[in-house]
């Protein structure tokens, strides 16, 4: 089904089967206001349907053959390559994402469905002889992983597809069922991948899609029968959930406000190209977006000036324009919030070097000068398109700006010393440190994730099923080894 021409709203997937409920939800773009699509959303008695059929497919679920889980999930990668271009647009359509970075979310889509399904094949038990001691003679464990149960994701608006399939793609590979809460302003593409999941042979009840609202939310957070909540979202939601459920096996991956180091041996025109492009890109609403800029005092001049070349050189406007590379934002609320952070630190004594400048649901690209340590564009994150530019003496000092702050999700080091770069792995406070390139690089097979408020937990294939799972230990007594 078009959503996008067609009146009916898109049902939802209520454990493996479409259903519709008695209320209705609409999507709208950003850009210019249109109707996207709409959605039907579930009754309060069609939520504890889809909660009793994950809780009720459990042990089904954790005994599937892993090539069964497997097959599924290649088929589900197959599928998105097969509905790509269909998934882009209704992707930007209803995120306000250009073409440029909805295609390809689309394709990292499809990677961490295959990376899933090869996981899936490898995820076997380990043996460990015990007899290295003489009253363990004749000992074996056998170390296997184990679900915790079923898995209550909430996920966000910013990567609509990719981040649901974060979540779904281990659950399915480690044998959990999954209820999806996507974000109200883009469930579209998480009902599509639902459309997919419906092809595949999984029991039903493995996993349900409902779009319900956020205020209906705590009902699933707080259900005993979804053991495990994995949340991609703001801190301040994140934290409320893990203190709302202390018992329960929480994993957050939650903001950052990240920074780019640019050290003087380094190629300041790389440097200037990537940092402007993933300032900027997903309308820098990206937990790994570059906010920070920290160079090194004696290229300064030199790569303030390439910078705002970049940034001036960026293609702005219509997500649907085949060239734009930066879009709006998700709603004018979030760019009116950038903006008045923007001139909240002017207020305080900033220079902006460019843009500044707000239209409707759209900020200019910004690179904002001598900005207090304590105005938000420099402590928090602002989820927007603003870079802050600050100076240091030494590298000492750039890593002490680096670990100024209550984040710590990821970092980019621009150096062309291997020493450097080990330093930096050692004493940077994040969870990933990027060598030659801007904190926005992903790979959605390495572990992902932060430390400090930048959460707890780690996604990635194989990180991810780890997280869902815990070890459990059989001994084998009176074997001849």
């Known amino acids: 089904m078009d959503v996008s021409r067609s009146s009916d709203p898109r049902p939802f997937w209520l ?4 259903a519709t409920g008695d209320a209705e939800g609409t999507v709208t773009n950003s850009h210019d206001g249109r109707v996207v699509g709409a959605y039907s959303i579930p009754t309060a008695e069609q939520v504890e349907h889809a909660v009793a059929a994950a809780d009720a497919v459990r042990g089904q679920a954790a005994a599937l053959p892993l090539h069964v889980r497997a097959e599924a999930l290649a088929h589900v990668a197959g599928r998105l390559g097969e509905r790509a271009e269909e998934l882009a647009r209704l992707i930007g359509g209803e995120n306000g994402k250009p073409l440029l970075w909805a295609r390809g979310e689309v394709g990292r889509a499809v990677s961490t469905f295959r990376f899933a ?11 460990q002889r015990l007899d290295t001691e003489a009253a363990a003679r004749g000992r074996l464990a056998y170390i296997s992983r184990v679900p915790y149960g079923p898995v209550l994701a909430i996920t966000p608006f910013n990567f609509p597809l990719n981040l649901v399939a974060h979540k779904v793609a281990p659950a399915i590979a480690v044998g959990a069922p ?3 809460k996507p974000a109200p302003k883009t469930p579209l593409s998480a009902l599509v991948l639902g459309d997919i999941l419906a092809e595949t042979d999984l029991p039903e009840g493995m996993f349900s899609v409902l779009p319900v609202p956020n205020e209906r939310a705590g009902a699933l957070v707080e259900d005993p029968r979804l053991p495990v909540i994995s ?6 939601v994140g934290y409320a959930i893990m203190d709302q459920v202390p018992r329960k096996h929480v994993t957050l991956e939650l903001g950052g406000n990240a920074a780019a180091v640019v050290l003087a041996d380094a190629d300041l025109d790389w440097a200037a190209t990537r940092i402007a492009l993933f300032s900027n890109y997903q309308a820098g609403q990206s937990c790994i977006a570059v906010q920070r800029v920290i160079v090194e005092d004696t290229v300064g001049e030199e790569f303030t000036e390439k910078l705002l070349k970049a ?3 960026l293609v702005t406007g219509d997500p649907a324009d085949e060239r734009t590379q930066v879009g709006p934002l998700i709603s004018e609320e979030a760019a009116i919030r950038v903006e008045s952070w923007i001139e909240e630190a002017v207020a305080a004594g900033a220079r902006v070097l460019i843009g500044g400048t707000r ?11 001598d900005v207090p340590a304590g105005a938000k564009v420099a402590c928090e994150e602002i989820f927007g398109p603003v870079m802050i530019l600050q100076r240091v003496g030494s590298v000492d000092e750039a890593f002490a700006a680096v670990n100024d702050s209550r984040y710590g999700l990821q970092a980019g080091v621009f150096t062309r010393s291997l020493d450097i770069a080990f330093r930096a792995n050692r004493e940077l406070e994040v969870g990933g440190v990027i060598i030659g390139d801007v904190p926005s690089y992903r790979a959605d097979q390495m572990p992902y994730g932060g430390v400090k408020e930048s959460g707890v937990g780690r996604e990635g294939l194989r990180s991810a099923m780890a997280d869902l799972t815990y070890e459990k230990v059989m001994v084998l ?5």
């Open 15 to 18: 454990a493996g089967r479409p």
């Open 117 to 127: 399904a090869e996981e899936a094949r490898r995820f076997s038990g380990e043996v």
């Open 178 to 180: 999954i209820i999806v």
């Open 231 to 236: 949340f991609t979202g703001s801190g301040p």
């Open 311 to 313: 940034v001036g050189a």
């Open 359 to 369: 239209d409707g649901a759209a900020v200019a690209p910004t690179v904002l000068a």
């Open 477 to 481: 007594t009176g074997l001849t080894l």
